[in-house]
């Protein structure tokens, strides 16, 4: 909460973020969750953007409230993992320790600050593990009921969320089979059976998409093979947690992970959380391909937190306490530090002056990031993704203005360089406004209109 100031100029805007906002304002005037600004994505796991849609129908559009719905599932996931410690009563210290590490591990300082549907996600996670504790304490088929419930939304959030719900089942199957009792299982699969229901039902009849089987080749690797997909999912992890800075924190929690596996006789919290986590990943690497991978690991890092809680419970002294305290605030101060860096009041001014020189209704085509800034023209991104072939030189007859800023990393595809050159080479094209942005680089607004 204490960024709420920087949120909407505290880093430049991402092109998931516009990706996954413009289902939400398209709910936001009536219609159903759907992409318009790239064709398609961001509306099929669809809770995030109903729940953007719902603020928005509210308060009205804009970029600090896009941002703002992860800040709120921030604030939440805070609560949920002060009420998941104190169901195992512990300690103060222990417990505060746990909250700073949410906060101040990057990974989530990003996600809870960004409009991404992650943050929810997460929230929906948290959640679930809180009420499948309550269950394994005292089983009651109203807590299993509510956990299924939260894996459900957890999936309708973000699909990555299934190896976190596949974990919880595999531990409740082993359960059931001890107890010998099935209504447990048959409770806890329902929600989820529902949530894939409504999922399909999204999917082909409301947005009107055809080959799931497509795309969930996709997000299990295309039918490349097990060892190649296990490779590249290994691969991913390496380039994005240890070959560079986020090492810092990467390699602390995943060894706090496998060192809860030596606790089984000292510390069974440990043990358990330990187990969960390594489940986890180890599901995720059967079921998902390298897209995205290492946003697997923000499920697993909770499970490396409350070990990390579970160890410092056992060992309650303040040797442990202030320099892991210290470890943490350090890492806390440095996203800030981050955030300051980047720190510009470009999106502010943006979202202003492009208002002024386009008008509403106006056809424009730019970098998919800039729709945050023009929600209410008919824009078009230059990674649109047409139903059949385009072609390119064509396109500047169709469209009224054209967005470019130096920094636009799609511009390495040849289809997104050919498009641009096409628009700024276009017969009659005008330059009507340009800046110079530390995050975005130089910013132009050709017209289009003779």
């Known amino acids: 909460m204490m960024e709420l100031p920087t949120l909407v100029n505290g880093r430049p805007i991402m092109i998931d973020e516009a990706w996954y906002t413009n289902p939400a304002y398209n709910f936001s005037q009536g219609q159903w969750i759907h992409n318009t600004n790239v064709g398609s994505g961001g509306d099929v796991n669809f809770i995030f953007p109903f729940v953007q849609g719902i603020l928005f129908a509210i308060l009205g559009y804009s970029i600090f409230l896009a941002r703002f719905t ?47 549907p992650e943050s929810w996600a997460i929230l929906f996670v948290l959640l679930s593990l809180l009420y499948f504790i309550k269950y394994i304490q005292r089983a009651a088929y109203k807590r299993i009921l509510f956990t299924g419930i939260f894996c459900a939304l957890g999936f309708l959030a973000h699909p990555f969320t299934t190896a976190v719900s596949l974990s919880i089942g595999i531990i409740l199957l082993f359960h059931c089979f001890k107890n010998k ?106 079921l998902f391909s390298s897209g995205g991978f290492n946003i697997i690991l923000y499920y697993v890092f909770l499970f490396s937190i409350l ?16 320099p892991i305290g210290f470890y943490l605030l350090i890492m806390l101060f440095a996203n800030v530090y981050y955030d300051a860096k980047k720190y510009e009041p470009v999106n502010s001014s943006l979202a202003k002056e492009l208002k002024v020189i386009i008008p509403k209704n106006a056809k424009v085509m730019g970098p998919t990031e800039f729709w945050m800034f023009l929600p209410e023209t008919q824009f078009k991104s230059t990674g649109y993704r047409w139903d059949s072939a385009v072609d390119t030189k064509q396109l500047p007859a169709k469209f009224d203005y054209f967005l470019l800023f130096s920094e636009d990393k799609t511009n390495v595809y040849q289809d997104v360089y050919n498009t641009n050159q096409a628009f700024k080479g276009f017969p009659g094209t005008t330059l009507i406004y340009h800046m110079h942005s530390k995050n975005y680089g130089e910013i132009a607004v050709y017209s289009l209109k003779n």
């Open 70 to 116: 992860s800040v709120l599932a921030g604030f939440f996931s805070i609560v949920v993992i002060f009420k998941i410690l104190k169901q195992f009563n512990i300690n103060t210290n222990a417990v505060i320790i746990g909250i700073l590490a949410l906060i101040a591990i990057p990974v989530y300082h990003s996600v809870f600050r960004y409009a991404r």
């Open 181 to 286: 009792k099935i209504m447990p299982l048959i409770l806890f699969t329902v929600p989820i059976i529902v949530s894939i229901v409504a999922f399909i039902l999204n999917y082909i009849h409301l947005l009107g998409i055809s080959g799931l089987n497509q795309d969930f080749g996709r997000l299990n690797g295309g039918g490349a093979s097990f060892i190649k997909n296990i490779s590249k999912d290994f691969k991913v992890i390496i380039d994005s947690y240890i070959l560079n800075k986020n090492a810092i924190y990467f390699i602390p929690l995943f060894l706090v992970l496998l060192y809860g596996l030596l606790l089984k006789k000292k510390n069974h919290l440990a043990f358990q959380s330990s187990l969960m986590g390594i489940i986890v990943f180890c599901v995720s690497f059967v």
């Open 307 to 322: 070990n990390f809680v579970f160890i410092l419970n056992n060992n309650a002294n303040k040797v442990v306490f202030i």
